[in-house]
């Protein structure tokens, strides 16, 4: 089975703290990605890389970066906390396959990070 | 613009009645479509896409060219079907894994 774990389920800092939220998979998968999953308005994708050392914005990349150093491992840095970055957040990834008929599209999700910022 | 709308934030029913979850698409190529499901307490995960033209745990998708839908459906809702969905969408030749989600539906099947 395809995991997808994150380190913190659940975290509290405040304003203007620097947030760090790991996502490790071991599946070797290429793509990885950040999700922000707030009521009413589904999963927004806020950066997702399909390599080592690259990254890619998403649709809401505003208040975040991305670090994705070694194949497995993808953090999304919080540079300072605000309080409109409450939410939960869920690393997923997927095989590679650009332009591939064959790639079925299917994300694995980690169980997710709650963070709460005060 | 790609889009994903699902109209409902909440759906209730009671147990054994049908069940259908409304998702609607804007896109203007082909998409792939999906339905990931979320149980409480536990990780959002794949229930079905509509290439596989499957039915997993009782529920069916058709996709709808023409009225750009990707409806939900399930003859007789279970307890255990509480949870919440998403729909979402691949666009074709899009680099693999960058779905567009719904803003979800919440399933409620009471006994």
């Known amino acids: 089975d395809v995991k997808v774990t994150q380190s913190s389920r659940y975290l509290v800092k405040r304003t203007g703290e620097k947030v760090f939220l790991e996502c490790v998979q071991d599946m070797d998968h290429e793509n990885m990605f950040w999700y922000r999953q707030d009521p009413g308005l589904g999963l927004r994708l806020i950066y997702f890389?399909?390599?080592?050392?690259?990254?890619e914005k998403g649709d809401i990349p505003e208040g975040y970066s991305v670090s994705r150093e070694k194949k497995e491992r993808f953090s999304l840095i919080l540079e300072s906390a605000s309080t409109n970055q409450t939410s939960m957040y869920l690393c997923a990834s997927t095989l590679s396959g650009t332009g591939d008929p064959g790639n079925t599209g299917e994300l694995f999700f980690g169980e997710g990070s709650r963070l709460t910022v005060l | 613009a790609q889009r994903v709308t699902q109209p409902e934030k909440l759906l209730s029913v009671f147990k054994g009645a049908p069940v259908e979850l409304k998702c609607n698409y804007s896109?203007?190529?082909?998409?792939?479509l999906f339905w990931y499901v979320q149980y409480s307490r536990q990780r959002l995960q794949l229930l079905l896409r509509?290439?596989s033209r499957e039915s997993i745990k009782g529920f069916t998708a058709d996709l709808n060219k023409g009225e750009t839908s990707f409806h939900l459906k399930k003859p007789f809702a279970q307890e255990e079907d509480s949870a919440m969905y998403y729909c979402a969408l691949c666009p074709l030749y899009n680099q693999g894994g960058k779905l567009i989600f719904g803003q979800g539906t919440e399933l409620s099947v009471k006994p």
């Open positions: 896109y203007s190529g082909s998409p792939e």
């Open positions: 509509h290439i």
């Open positions: 890389s399909y390599d080592v050392k690259m990254k």
